[in-house]
């Protein structure tokens, strides 16, 4: 080697060293470690493509003189380019001429075609894990064997400071999940059991819980279907001093009003054909407890007449009875109805309205906490996990895809579709094949893409609307008044179409 050349390699050597002492941080000392090459030995473009323990793939970690946002577009994969064959060789290359060599893919768009290029693998642990690469000054050419024994050197160098900042990655990553796990268990001291979430909505509905669990005070919850409102009346019956008194539930929806007044008030012998004998309702066996109404907007005025005597005087007489009974029962209710509209429209009594509007928890859709969505994934893949008798994982792309979804059946239609993929799943790890969405096959998407065959106006028609509010209202119809329905029929975002709802004062309705 020329002497001349070995004295730039040294001072380029001297330069690093002194590097190392000056930068904690990895990436830093890697820019100025590129510079140093640039400057000193004139090696262009001084590039580190690390290899993705997930893909296989090789990307770009840093490169000199090209911006961020362009290196995270190029990736190699073994074998591809000049780049992937050092990497599956694991040997080093160089090339005089890359523009005479049609494995080099100049994916950077940086280089000189007339220059020479430089490759070597970076080893680390004993395992090749990427490749460090220079391009040379076409005058130099003459000598690449002695300068590809020189990046051979400054690529071990490299390797040291790589080595470096994996360990520091992995230390932030372990501090970040210990911060994670303390933060959590500083939040699950204020959390009710089963319920899952981690966003600013779903940390003020635990706060209600907790405050509301200290006073009898009458509670009505209020949110669309599948987000979880029973829960939230069981955390409040839980943590409340009646938590050793019984909690009784009534989905108020799913009976006609005779049985509903039968199921809640009880009845005697005879009130009615196939009454054989005396029966306690709902109410008399919540004494000293809590009961639970829910869908209390769906029920006529006739019964809310009756349930509003027992709100006013803790009073009712069983079905066909003249025995006046008293009970002292705490009454959470829960709706996705709009009542404030079902009032107004004389659906719903007002003093009713009143009398369970006193302490409201609103629980806030899955698509307007998309923060939680991974913590609940997690929780129903350890449930049925266990269920399956086998640890159940999923990969980033599946829960990027499960992320992205509105979900208009919120947590339980969320939890129907980790139950679903649980089961399709035939390894231990859930991949986005497994997703149903891929493969054309999302529950909610058949429902919306059935419940438009109707005779309504076409898409192409809604479209066609010319004023901005009608064309909201008419999708927001059509969708059932669902947003996230109504954005994809006007092409919009959910974004988009809560902001001109909005904008436009739009009264939105619940079905």
């Excluded at 470690?33 to 590039?47: A, C, K, N, P, Q």
């Excluded at 009346?233 to 050793?244: D, E, L, N, P, T």
């Excluded at 769906?298 to 066909?320: A, I, N, P, S, Y």
């Amino acid at each position: 080697m020329l002497p001349e050349l070995t004295q730039k390699a040294l001072t380029a050597v001297a330069h690093v060293a002194r590097s190392f002492a000056r930068h904690s941080d990895a990436r830093e000392n890697l820019e100025e470690i590129f510079g140093i090459l640039d400057t000193v030995m004139e090696y262009r473009h001084g590039t580190v493509t690390l290899l993705d323990s997930e893909t296989g793939d090789l990307l770009v970690e840093a490169s000199k003189g090209i911006k961020k946002e362009r290196l995270a577009e190029v990736r190699y994969r073994k074998g591809e380019g000049l780049t992937g064959i050092i990497m599956e060789n694991a040997a080093p290359l160089a090339v005089p001429n890359i523009k005479n060599d049609p494995r080099f893919l100049n994916r950077l768009a940086v280089y000189d075609p007339e220059a020479a290029f430089i490759g070597v693998p970076i080893e680390i642990g004993g395992s090749v894990q990427g490749v460090f690469s220079v391009s040379i000054e076409p005058s130099e050419r003459y000598r690449l064997d002695d300068h590809a024994a020189l990046v051979s050197i400054f690529g071990n160098l490299i390797g040291g400071v790589i080595s470096r900042l994996r360990k520091v990655e992995k230390e932030k990553e372990r501090i970040i999940r210990e911060k994670d796990a303390l933060h959590g268990q500083l939040k699950s001291r204020f959390r009710p059991d089963n319920m899952i979430g981690v966003s600013k909505a779903m940390e003020d509905v635990f706060e209600s819980i907790r405050q509301v669990a200290k006073w009898n005070t009458t509670v009505l919850i209020r949110g669309e279907s599948g987000t979880g409102k029973e829960l939230v009346a069981k955390a409040i019956h839980f943590q409340s001093v009646r938590s050793s008194g019984p909690f009784v539930k009534l989905n108020c929806a799913a009976l006609p009003n005779t049985l509903l007044e039968s199921e809640l008030f009880g009845h005697e012998t005879g009130a009615f054909t196939g009454a054989t004998k005396s029966r306690a309702g709902r109410f008399e066996l919540a004494d000293k407890g809590t009961i639970f109404l829910d869908e209390i907007g769906d029920t006529t005025t006739d019964f809310q007449t009756k349930l509003l005597r027992v709100l006013q005087e803790g009073q009712f007489e069983r079905l066909g009875g003249t025995e006046t009974l008293s009970v002292d029962v705490r009454i959470i209710a829960a709706t996705h109805v709009d009542l404030e509209k079902a009032v107004a429209e004389k659906r719903f009594r007002e003093d009713l309205y009143y009398r369970l509007n006193v302490m409201p928890i609103y629980l806030p859709p899955l698509r307007e906490r998309s923060e939680d969505i991974p913590y609940l994934i997690e929780h129903f893949l350890a449930k049925f996990g266990q269920e399956r008798g086998t640890p159940l994982s999923i990969e980033k792309e599946a829960m990027r895809i499960l992320k992205d979804c509105t979900w208009p059946g919120n947590v339980r239609e969320l939890e129907n579709c980790v139950h679903r993929m649980a089961v399709v799943c035939k390894g231990s790890v859930i991949t986005r094949n497994d997703v149903p969405c891929t493969k054309g096959q999302c529950l909610s998407q058949l429902i919306y893409t059935q419940s438009f065959n109707g005779p309504e106006l076409a898409e192409s028609e809604i479209l066609e609307i010319e004023n901005e509010r009608d064309r909201i209202i008419e999708a927001l119809k059509r969708s059932g008044w669902v947003q996230a329905k109504a954005a994809r029929l006007l092409k919009m975002t959910p974004r988009q179409i809560a902001y001109r709802i909005q904008k436009l004062k739009i009264e939105m309705k619940e079905l």
